[in-house]
């Protein structure tokens, strides 16, 4: 495989909405920015799709006192999304907001509704709306294209792997390209992450099945593997995450749809809403996104997500926001069919989302690494979030890189000599099983062993069971041109986030949320306030609990 | 399985197979109908459909398992 050198002071690895928000605001103070890209950046990563949610706090919307907002903001499904994070980071975060939503607009995102900032979906009926609506259809070629005028260097169809590390300091990565039998290596003098969450470690609701899942299957955890590989501190990766939304049609966008959850008798399920609301939809399932799986596992669902009784204007508003929220095909999808929503509820399911675990940062976005950042769902779900680190990363990052320099030692060979062998191994090898099949392997092994319940003898055997697939994976998995190669690498990159997600799972005795324990079932009041990290060292993996950031 | 390309009307103008983020496309070369490398790969993102030039030439189909459950 031919070697491809690329340098950049700032490299952004994933083009999604962070990485490219980082990319922006390095160029333009002045670093070289790069952005590595395993698909292509137009359309890539969760809101590839598009997105019509931005949470987002206006002064004069929503009062002075910005606190009260958050209080408000925490009720919602934003609790478990910012759970350990600390207050200070989600006040910058929040502070900053508005400055986004008026510097988008700017460069062509339409942020207002007929005129004015509209905010609607996420809420409790009477209390604060805090997600504005915002037409992010096209969010991805503006942002794209923006990148590429303040001199961003895109570099499409490259799947970062490894860092390059001291273990202390970062100062490149090394990168396959998916079409080309080309290995390509950054010199960077900073790099960001924003590859984005993970969504192929559990099974999705067709079992076997890859594509069917809520946000994409090329979002594999690539960044967090390769932070821990580089010493980086991961937390919380033993924490599962749920997510709702219609049954066998998995997709993002719950909150943008308009109706009440009703169960078979047509009771509502909530108590939130008793008809279609425009302005808060239902949040019964933010309260408790496992409801619809409680319901059908007491025989009481299924549970359907009923508009009937709707005005003709409210589903037109609705139907004008599901593309804009990444919904296109499920509403061709529902044209094709006949599926009239005023006359037919949908049913609606709880998605397995996986590992809940993300890289640790500061409210610069940097990790326990020098020179390495993390952005975006590499920490928490969200437009807001990934925009907002991603700007505060970047500018950080350019600060970083301007008294930053890259060692060209004699590590940095050795690296992609080591890699290069790998890849080359793996597509070399023959008669072994594809990226799917020990994909589908992973799945079985993470969802009856690490799932819904866990015990001791469970997570010791499934460990066992897990480090013993990685070793076949390793010996025999079998690619035939460079886009498996990438699919296979994806797959031994969630392999090792597995292994972490058992070793945390061990470590947290106690139940807490959907860590059920049923050997520990109590909830220890002792680490309330803790985050559990893990991070290696001489080549094993230590935890430890630390109190979560102020 | 997804998608579907109609070849009396797709140019072969290639942009589907450059903006699919999934690279379904894997393979294909300009001029010629794309070939669909990995179906299974498709996410319904509907980018390939959207950014074509040409009306109708694309199309999704959404797979059996995948259809809605209503009532
Ligand atoms: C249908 C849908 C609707 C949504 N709606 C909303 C909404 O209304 N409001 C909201 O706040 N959030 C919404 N979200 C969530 C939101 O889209 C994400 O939180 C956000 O896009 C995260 O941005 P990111 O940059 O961290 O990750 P992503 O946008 O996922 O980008 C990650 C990028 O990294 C690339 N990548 C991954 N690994 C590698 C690698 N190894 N090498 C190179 N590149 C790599 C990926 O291809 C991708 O382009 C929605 C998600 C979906 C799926
Ligand atoms: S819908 Fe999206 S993922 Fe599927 S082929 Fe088209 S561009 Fe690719
Ligand atoms: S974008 Fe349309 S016309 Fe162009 S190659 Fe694809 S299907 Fe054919």
Redesign the pocket.
């Known amino acids: 495989m031919e070697i491809e050198h690329i340098k950049a002071d700032v490299l952004c690895v994933g083009g999604g909405i962070g990485g490219l928000m980082a990319a922006i605001r390095a160029s333009e103070l002045g670093a070289k920015a790069v952005v590595a890209e395993k698909g292509n950046a137009l359309h890539s990563g969760k809101g590839g799709g598009g997105c019509d949610h931005y949470l987002s706090y206006i002064p004069e919307i929503h009062g002075p006192d910005m606190d009260a907002f958050i209080e408000e903001m925490l009720q919602t499904q934003q609790r478990h999304n910012f759970e350990g994070l600390g207050m200070n980071r989600i006040r910058v975060h929040i502070a900053k907001t508005f400055d986004i939503v008026k510097m988008w607009e700017s460069w062509g995102i339409p942020m207002k509704y007929r005129g004015e900032y509209h905010y609607a979906g996420h809420a409790f009926p009477g209390g604060f709306r805090c997600l504005m609506k915002y037409e992010g259809r096209n969010q991805k070629p503006i942002l794209t294209k923006k990148a590429l005028e303040k001199g961003v260097e895109i570099v499409n169809r490259v799947m970062v792997f490894d860092l390059v590390s001291d273990g202390n300091k970062v100062y490149g990565a090394i990168g396959l390209n998916t079409r080309d039998e080309k290995i390509v290596v950054f010199e960077a003098k900073s790099v960001i992450l924003g590859t984005g969450g993970i969504s192929r470690l559990y099974p999705s609701p067709t079992p076997g099945w890859f594509n069917n899942i809520a946000t994409r299957l090329s979002l594999t955890g690539d960044g967090r593997a390769m932070a821990y590989r580089a010493g980086a501190e991961l937390q919380n990766m033993e924490m599962r995450i749920q997510h709702a939304g219609p049954k066998y049609y998995a997709r993002f966008g719950q909150a943008t749809w308009i109706g009440v959850f009703r169960d078979p008798q047509d009771r509502p399920i909530g108590p939130f809403v008793t008809k279609p609301e425009r302005l808060y939809g239902d949040i019964t399932p933010e309260v408790n996104k496992n409801i619809f799986l409680e319901y059908a596992q007491a025989g009481k669902g299924p549970v359907y997500m009923d508009g009937r009784g709707m005005s003709q204007e409210d589903l037109d508003y609705m139907m004008y926001w599901l593309p804009h929220e990444g919904n296109t095909p499920l509403i061709e999808h529902m044209k094709a069919d006949g599926i009239d929503y005023l006359k037919h509820p949908v049913e609606f399911m709880t998605y397995d989302q996986g590992s809940g675990g993300r890289i640790v940062t500061n409210e610069e976005g940097e990790t326990s690494i020098n020179g390495l950042y993390a952005v975006g769902d590499e920490l928490a779900n969200g437009v807001s979030n990934a925009s907002v680190f991603g700007w505060i990363s970047g500018e950080n990052a350019t600060l970083y890189a301007k008294g930053a320099n890259i060692p060209d030692g004699k590590e940095i060979q050795d690296l992609i000599d080591e890699k290069k062998g790998l890849l080359e191994k793996i597509r070399g090898q023959k008669n072994g099983p594809d990226w799917k099949e020990v994909n589908v392997a992973l799945q079985q092994i993470m969802s009856d062993y690490s799932g819904a319940l866990r015990t001791e003898a469970l997570l010791d055997t499934g460990l066992f069971h897990l480090k013993r697939l990685k070793q076949k994976a390793l010996e025999s998995i079998i690619a035939g041109n460079q886009h498996e190669l990438g699919r296979s690498i994806e797959v031994l990159n969630m392999i090792d986030i597995g292994e972490l997600v058992f070793i945390c799972s061990k470590e947290r005795k106690e139940t807490r949320g959907l860590h059920i324990r049923r050997d520990y079932p109590l909830t220890n009041p002792r680490l309330n306030n803790k985050v559990h990290i893990i991070k290696e060292v001489d080549h094993r993996p230590v935890t430890e609990w630390r109190p979560t950031q102020k | 399985m997804p998608p579907i390309?109609d070849d009396s009307?797709?140019?072969?103008?290639?942009?589907?197979?450059e903006h699919c983020p999934q690279d379904v496309f894997f393979g294909s070369e300009i001029k010629k109908?794309?070939v669909i490398a990995f179906p299974e790969e498709c996410w319904h993102c509907y980018a390939?459909v959207l950014?074509?030039?040409?009306p109708e030439?694309?199309r999704l189909r959404t797979p059996v398992p995948m259809m809605l459950s209503y009532r």
């Open positions: 390309i009307k797709c140019t072969g103008c290639g942009v589907c197979a109908t794309p390939c950014d074509c030039p040409v030439a694309i």
